[in-house]
Nanobody, 122 residues
Framework: VQLVESGGGSAQAGGSLRLSCAAR????????MGWFRQAPGKQREGVAG??????YIRDSVKGRFAISKDNAKNTLYLQMSSLKPEDTAMYYC???????????????????WGQGTQVTVS
């Protein structure tokens, strides 16, 4: 499984960005996938996860971030709105063949990771 993120960059507070994660896998449709972020000096944390059409969003970004999956394009998205400076981090997408729904936001439950894309909000 290969994952390639794109779409990061700089944004002003209140602005929006959309991250994309292109996946090279024959099992994208059934894969469990998630978005994670890691700020300098902090642990990696789950932002949003999706499995079997169900979405799981971290409380601190609910109402601002949305995760979606386009099976036809083998692409995972993270739409980020009303960005805040505390959203600044390296964002990663991750995938695995199965992740228990209660663990979709747990980094340790994923085996496949992209290289990350930087998001900076000022």
């Amino acid at each position: 499984v290969q994952l390639v993120e794109s779409g990061g960059g700089s944004a002003q507070a209140g602005g929006s960005l959309r991250l994309s994660c292109a996946a090279r896998t024959g099992t994208f449709r059934s894969a469990c996938m998630g978005w994670f972020r890691q700020a300098p000096g902090k642990q990696r944390e789950g932002v949003a996860g999706i499995s079997s059409g169900r979405e799981y969003i971290r409380d601190s970004v609910k109402g601002r971030f949305a995760i979606s999956k386009d099976n036809a394009k083998n692409t995972l998205y993270l739409q980020m709105s009303s960005l805040k400076p505390e959203d600044t981090a390296m964002y990663y997408c991750a995938a695995d063949f199965y992740v228990h729904p209660s663990s979709l936001l747990e980094p340790g439950d994923y085996d496949y990771w992209g290289q990350g894309t930087q998001v900076t909000v000022s």
